[in-house]
């Protein structure tokens, strides 16, 4: 049995879909001039029709703009310079395999020296085209989750977002990931999407092949390659069990989330796009206290999204949320989030750098188009902004002036413009839980974004499994931070949310909810399990075992006080 982190809940059992890129070894010498040519002619054609065929399956599930990409590595494959250049190499004697390795390095190479954006884009479709023709003169397979047609467990070295969003929810049964943390990018999809999956998972790689069977446990973190028949039997009663709790839990589905002793909450939903509106409706959120509007400006390939396709995603989840508060988080692009069409200056360390409102405040431009389509879009629903990585009151300031000067424009141009915009920040570099009550002057809400709350305070990159036992949100040293932040936010009469994992954890929803925390935002699959929780516990006794927890010393003192509360 192997053990990795938990990330979510559910069982699945399957056969293992080994998500690994072949190697490519260059043969030095071809077997003669004719035989090269037609090893080539024939991998190049392969190529087109394995691009052509890719995208006909994506166009299902894939957007006009995001489908451009493959017609970039289409006009690629087919253009006559490349192709010319290859072949000349093959007929001075060189293997097709050398000739294509050395041209394509050669124009990767040139492109990504120039300045150009876009030409640097090009050096990325070469790259990508001359992978899948060196495979094909090689006769070695990619995988292809989008082609996926059977039942399997991905198991991976690392699962990027955009791998994770090319998963069929059909086939994919959960999926298992050699590196990342809880609160990795990869782990929140898998969430966001319902899907069991174990992240961090050390030796995964080499202790499985494809087509293994695999139990996976997302709840206890662990992982059993080809398992007895004994341990089949047993999951799959655990996995019965589980799918019939989840069943049980529709009951709660549009009820409000109020304790044994009369105390509201709201239970609130994180989305990355406006397709994740249908879970927010099918799991009774009350609202979304997170958009993570990045999302959209990672699909785009080519240019930031424009004003008008940022007005309409955004207008799309408004009228969805039918009057529910949306809180939409302006663009949090930096760290481990990067844009194809935006290049970052190299630093040494990228989560502590130019990144979220640091880098909207000194690139007004790219800000101006953000806010400029949230007001416009204002009008369609409840929309509540809110500033990622605020660090001081002078930016919050600054983002919030430039919000209310760009509304101000808005009005002069004849454009109509909600007049009760909320306007909040999240919590999430210790220096503003710290300064919380000076900042709820100013700030009409805030959210607390614990994974990257943790991340600093405990200086451990949230990526990092090698640190992961470091992400502890019940350490007491975390609670007294969102403790300073809560009463900061009710000093002055404003609400506290929370959208970072430890939002939607159950075991640290008792001491949340003693230690006054108004808005819980979670993945939407989430949001029933929690409610159960909640509508079990008495709020005045969670009171006294959050003062209890706050004097804790360790996080396993406080996980024992939460574990006296918790039936299950
Ligand atoms: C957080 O940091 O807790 C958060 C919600 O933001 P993200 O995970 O997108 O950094
Ligand atoms: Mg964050």
Redesign the pocket.
Known sequence: MLKGIATSSGIAIGKVYKLEQPEIVINETGKGVETELEIFDNAMNKTIADIEQIKERASATLAPEELAIFDAHLMMAQDPEYRDQIENMIKEGSSADKATKTVSDMMVGMFESMEDAYFKERAADIKDVSFRLLCNILGLTIPDLTAIDEEVIIVAEEMTPSDTAQLNKKYALGFVTEIGGK?SHAA?MAVALGLPAVVGCTGIMSSCKHGDMLILDAKEGTVIVNPTEEELNDYRQRREAFLKEKEALQVLLNKPSITTDGHQVELVANIGSPKDMDNVIANGAEGVG?Y?TEFLYMESTDDFPSEEDQFNAYKVVLERAEGKRVVVRTL?IGGDKKLPYFEFDPEMNPFLGYRAIRLCLDRKDIFKTQVRALLRASVYGKLAIMF?MIATIDEFKAAKDFVLETKEELKAEGVSVSDEIEIGM?V?IPASAVLADEFAKYADFFSI?????IQYSMAADRMSEKVAYLYQPLNPSILRLVKMTIDGAHSQGRWCGM???MGGDPKAAPVLLGLGLDEFSMSASRILPTRKIITSLNKKEMEDLAGKALKCHTEAEVMELVNSVLKD
């Open positions: 609160t929140i997170l993570r949090d990622p999240m999430e974004g614990t994974n990257d709350l959208c970072g994992e």
